[in-house]
């Protein structure tokens, strides 16, 4: 029936084997779906199901029938995580503002004009109760 399976978006863990009826499918974070390539025999059927990856980890089937005889193909695919935590690392360093180093000075002159605002008004507080 089946004679052979590629996954155009994604990895395979094993080559395509006729005996072998379960796979491991690896794909990027942002994969709707797993794109199947295949070749069969001439009159067989193919279906393929499940085939929305919204999680991370999901399970496509892709089933083959002809004259009466049906096999069936599981293929569990994995999202790749990693690309979800450096996307957000990515979008975190775009977020990032450069700060602006006070000068000496700067900080000096702060420090003095808070100082003569606190002095002034204490010394107008002290004053209103002296009259």
Same mark, same amino acid.
């Given at each position: 029936?089946?004679?052979?399976? @590629? *996954?155009?978006?994604?990895?395979? !863990? ?10 491991? #499918?690896?794909?990027? /974070? !942002?994969?709707? +779906?797993? !794109? ?15 085939? !929305? ?9 892709? +089933?083959? /029938? =002809? ?11 994995? @999202?790749?995580?990693? /690309? &979800?935590?450096?996307? *957000?690392?990515?979008? =975190?360093?775009?977020?990032? #503002? ?7 000075? +700067? ?6 004009? &808070? ?5 002034? *008004?204490?010394?107008?507080?002290? @004053?209103? @109760?002296?009259?």
């Amino acid at each position: 029936m089946l004679e052979d399976i @590629k *996954i155009l978006n994604g990895t395979l !863990d094993l080559a395509y084997n006729e005996y072998i009826y379960e796979y491991t #499918v690896e794909v990027d /974070s !942002d994969t709707p +779906k797993l !794109d199947i390539f295949y070749e069969c025999e001439d009159g067989t059927y193919i279906e393929i199901l499940n085939n !929305d990856l919204k999680e991370v980890n999901n399970v496509v089937y892709l +089933k083959a /029938s =002809k004259d009466g005889e049906e096999k069936t193909y599981t293929f569990y695919v994995h @999202k790749n995580i990693e /690309s &979800i935590t450096s996307g *957000i690392d990515l979008y =975190k360093e775009s977020l990032e #503002v450069e700060s602006e180093e006070f000068a000496l000075y +700067k900080v000096q002159i702060l420090g003095i004009s &808070i100082f003569l605002i606190i002095v002034i *008004i204490f010394s107008l507080f002290f @004053k209103r @109760k002296a009259l």
